[in-house]
C-alpha cells in the first residue's frame, strides 16, 4: 500500500535520535543519547513515562547476582534513577521469593517524577499520549519516519536514528524488520495484572513463609476459589500496611482458525487480558483476605495501570542471545551489560520454573543483539531485543533493561554525529565500551563482592 499521504501530514520537529516508548529501556536511552549531545525525542503512549516500571511493578530486579555473596552487575544511569529514588522518599532492598536476588522496591509515582525530571534535566524533549501508528523505509533498510496518533491527529515525526524501546518491538514490526513472536516455538511468558492492598498487618504477615502461602492458595484453589497461579508472591512496600503482588496469571496467547496466533499485540486480545485480569486480581484479593494471617482487615486499594506483558515479539539483531550462553555466563568482546538473574519462565499452569546461574555469576549483554540485523539505523532496548525465549526470561529484568537503554541511547548519539544516515553500524563496540565505563556502566564483572 503506498503511503505517500504521509509526506503531507503535519511534522512535529525532528530529532537526530528518536526513542519509541519510555520504560526503563527507552527512558534511560533517552537520557544517555541526549547526555552524548543528540537532540533527541522520546514517544510514550501513557500519560506518563516509565512503562512497566511505573505502570505495572514497583520493585527493580538484576542489579545484584544471587546469592549471599551478591556483585553488583549494572550501575551508570540505572543507579542514578535509585539514587534520585531515594531523594524522594523511602526505597526498600529486600530479597527476592525466589532467590533471584535482591530487589529495590519503590514508590511508583515518585519514579514517574524521577523519570521525567532525569529526562527533561538532559533536554529531551517528551510527547506523551502519541502512539506508534506507521513507520516509512528508505529501499529496505533505512528508517525515515514515523508516524503517531496524538490527539491533535496524526503525525510525522523525522529523525537520523531510531531505538526501538516499545517492549513488543512495534516499530520494527511496522518497518517489516524481522522478528520472531513468543508462542511460535517455545510456550510464551504469561500475563500479570498486579494489584496493591491496604491495611495489611504486617507483623502477623511476616511469619507467614513462601511455602506457607504456597500451601494456602492450593488449599482454596481446591475449595473453589479460582487460582491459576499456585505460587504467586505479595512484598512489603515503602508504604506501612500496604503489600504488592505478583500473583495473577493470564494466557499469553491462543490459536485463530487456520494455526494463526494471536497475543497481547492483538487489541482484541489484549482488551480481554485487561478485562480478565482485573477480575481475577479481585478473587486473589479475596483469598489473601480469607486465608491468610494479617489480611483479615485489608482491602484492594489499586489495580496495575495495565496488565504486565513479559514477552512478545523478540527482533533479530546481528547477535541472538542463547540459553545456553546465559547459562555458562558467556562473555563477549563487545558485551555493553551483564546479567546474573535466573531464567524465569512464566509458563501457563500453576507453577513457574527457574534455571539459576552458577552462584555469582553473570552473563554479558551483546551489544550486536541490540542492532537491528534488517536495518541500517535502529537499535532495540529491552525486552524485544534479540535473544531465544529462554535468554530473554533472565535478561528481561529492568536493571538490564536500563543497561540496555543506556548502551543503545550512548550508541545513538555517537551515530548520529558520525553518520549523515545515523548508521549504527558506524559505531565501533571498543568507543562504545569506553564511553559507557566512562559513565559508571559496569561492562565487566569484578572479582570483588559487593553487598
Known sequence: MSRAWIADLPTIAGADVCVVGSGAAGSTAAIAAARGGASVLLIEKLPFLGGTSTAVLDTFYGFWTPGDAPRKVVGGLAHEVVAALRDLGPVLERPNTYGAGT????LAEHLKVVWEQLVTDSGVRVLLHAMLQDVVVDGRDRVRSIVVATKAGLRRIDAR????????????AFAGFGFETAGDIDPAQTLTTTFRMA???QERRRPVTTADLHSAMAAAAADGYD??????SDHATPIDGVTATIMTRLEPNERHAGGRLVNTTDPFFLTAAEITGRRQALEYARFLVDRVPGYEAASLVALGTQVGIRETRRVYGDARLTREDVLAARQFDDQIGLCGAPIEDHRAGPDT?????PPGAAAGIPFATLVVRDATNVLVAGRCFSATHDAHASVRSMAQCMAMGQAAGTAAAMAAGHSADGAVRAVSPESLRTQLAGDGAILDLVQEHVA
Do not use: H, K, M, Q
Request: charge should be negative; charged fraction near 25%.
Open 103 to 106: 530487589g529495590i522496591t519503590y
Open 161 to 172: 536514528t531510531f531505538i526501538d524501546a516499545s517492549g513488543d518491538a512495534d516499530l520494527c
Open 199 to 201: 491495611n495489611v498487618d
Open 227 to 232: 487460582l491459576p497461579r499456585r505460587e504467586g
Open 353 to 357: 520454573r527457574w534455571t539459576y546461574l
